[in-house]
């Protein structure tokens, strides 16, 4: 519990949970000030940012592990927990509470069965988390054992050493969540856009659990096969997806005005994606990752910064992108059924392979992403 003197508080209890390749800080929302200036400063100062290496606080001094998540009491009827989530920053400032994590999502359903908030279903307690950012409801599954939540399991994902407990966690409820619109907000499966320095490009925009964007690895020079470390080396790598992150956010109208940029260098979304066809690489873990392994090979970014994982709520949306016709990612991906509406997607990213469901159907002349679910791991 880490004691903040100069601030004028008191000691604040915290659970740091694993959410998935995720690490957070979870904080109650009754230990805290509304939110606002005050609040972040604390939460601020429980991280030890900003500063790159965190020294003075908690933070893991990596953007997987500078997230926090507010607990509370639901304020939806059909759910039994709150969730907030802030991606603090390491160099500014700055708690970014405008998106989603869908890692620590699975860290809040075991917030949720440790507090007993849940309801019994077996040997599974049913959480169902207010995900209080985008105001929509994720309906989770946390194996238990003697009453408590469990901790052990053999279940295994990518970019996360040893096995732990599976966690289901489902986005049925998240298509259109960033925007407030449909899962393809501009109406296209693949939008042209012009990037400066680049030229026309072709994008996918898809809104599902966060704002991403989808590129050809190819058309921004990106070897996917290569070290997640020498991708973030190469400037001009992390330069051309920067800039194709701000065109396409400018061409949908998600930035606008004098401080766009700025906005763009805090904001978790949008993330974007370099994806194509399944290729032999190895994994951050030294793990040799074979091309029948994965059906996708994608890496994503935001903030300049390359995820050493693969984002949860990224999952989410590339699952969902595989079964909609025309898009960057159902090129990319062999047929895994899609056709039935129903299907599973193995992403290659730089810790491994994440699999991910989806159920994703034709309605109304649009496309309706019923569910988009995944397993992670936890650990308290």
């Not at 946390?142 to 732990?164: C, H, L, N, S």
């Not at 065109?247 to 606008?256: C, K, P, Y």
């Not at 994503?300 to 989410?316: D, H, I, N």
């Not at 699952?319 to 016709?325: C, H, N, S």
């Amino acid at each position: 519990m880490p004691v903040l003197p100069a601030l004028n508080m008191r000691s604040i209890p915290t659970r740091i949970i694993r959410g998935g390749s995720s690490k957070g800080i979870y904080l109650d929302r009754a230990d805290l000030p509304e939110p606002g200036i005050a609040r972040d400063e604390i939460v601020l100062r429980v991280f030890g940012s900003p500063d790159r290496r965190q020294i003075d606080g908690l933070g893991g001094a990596d953007k997987l592990t500078s997230k926090v998540a507010i607990m509370g009491a639901p304020t939806r009827a059909d759910c039994d927990v709150n969730y907030l989530f802030g991606q603090v920053n390491t160099e500014l400032p700055r708690v970014d509470w405008k998106a989603n994590c869908g890692n620590l999502s699975a860290g809040a359903a075991l917030y949720g069965a440790l507090t007993g908030a849940g309801r019994m279903e077996g040997g599974r307690m049913q959480v169902n988390v207010h995900q209080v950012n985008t105001g929509r409801r994720l309906v989770t599954h946390v194996p238990m054992r003697d009453g408590f939540p469990a901790v052990e399991g053999d279940f295994v994902i990518g970019g996360v050493p040893g096995t732990g407990p599976r966690i289901d966690v489902d986005f049925g409820d998240f298509a259109g969540s960033a925007l407030g619109g449909s899962v393809l907000p501009t109406g296209n499966a693949v939008d042209r856009v012009d990037i400066p320095g680049l030229g026309p490009l072709e994008v996918s925009v898809i809104d599902m659990a966060n704002l991403l964007f989808f590129v050809r690895a190819g058309d921004i020079g990106m070897d996917t096969s290569a070290s997640i470390y020498d991708m973030q080396a190469d400037l001009a790598l992390v330069g051309r997806l920067e800039a194709v992150r701000k065109a396409v956010s400018a061409h949908i109208g998600f930035i606008t005005g004098p401080d766009a940029d700025q906005e763009l260098r805090v904001s978790t979304n949008p993330l974007i994606f370099a994806v194509a066809p399944p290729m032999a690489y190895g994994a951050t873990n030294g793990q040799a990752v074979a091309v029948g392994d994965h059906d996708l090979s994608a890496r994503s970014l935001a903030r300049y910064e390359f995820s050493k994982a693969y984002p949860g709520s990224g999952a989410a949306g590339t699952a969902v992108a595989a079964g909609i016709p025309g898009t960057l990612v159902q090129e990319a991906v062999a047929d895994l059924g899609q056709a039935r509406g129903i299907y599973d997607l193995r992403v290659g990213h730089p810790g491994g392979v994440l699999r991910v469901a989806a159920e994703v159907r034709a309605e109304d002349g649009g496309v309706a992403a019923r569910s988009g679910q995944k397993s992670r791991t936890d650990s308290s």
